[in-house]
């Protein structure tokens, strides 16, 4: 990495480490790993020919590389993961899903690539 590269990287890790929650990284087949994280939000202008426009919102989040972890080893989402967060008594679950076909599951926020831009929708709510 550049200077610059450093330099954008250091401060995208200060600003998540200063508003960072608690999430839940969930794979299939694998327990529960804990792992703090900051919801965002995004909203894509989709335009395929003749159609018309559609917007999509997307809920994000921003995870350090170095933490996303499953079972102890580094690992990029995969489709169908799940994100959950808790606010006050509601568990919210979120899928790891594309906004639309065209656009990937995840992008990174900054040059440097270490930090993901995690794309989820909504999935359920529930009490706890």
């Not at 350090?64 to 967060?85: Q, S, W, Y």
Request: hydrophobic share 35%.
């Amino acid at each position: 990495m550049g200077l610059l590269e450093d330099v954008l990287a250091v401060g995208l890790q200060a600003g998540l480490s200063l508003s960072a929650t608690s999430l839940t990284y969930t794979r299939e087949g694998f327990p529960p790993e804990a792992i703090d994280g900051t919801q965002g939000k995004r909203t894509f202008k989709i335009q395929e020919p003749g159609q018309p426009t559609i917007y999509v919102k997307s809920v994000d989040f921003l995870i350090e590389v170095a933490d996303l972890k499953i079972n102890g080893a580094l690992t990029k989402p995969v489709e169908g993961d799940e994100i959950a967060r808790v606010i006050g008594s509601i568990k919210y679950v979120y899928k790891v899903l594309p906004p639309s076909r065209e656009i990937p599951i995840y992008d990174y926020s900054d040059p440097g690539k270490t930090v993901f831009r995690i794309h989820t929708k909504l999935f359920t709510e529930e009490s706890v």
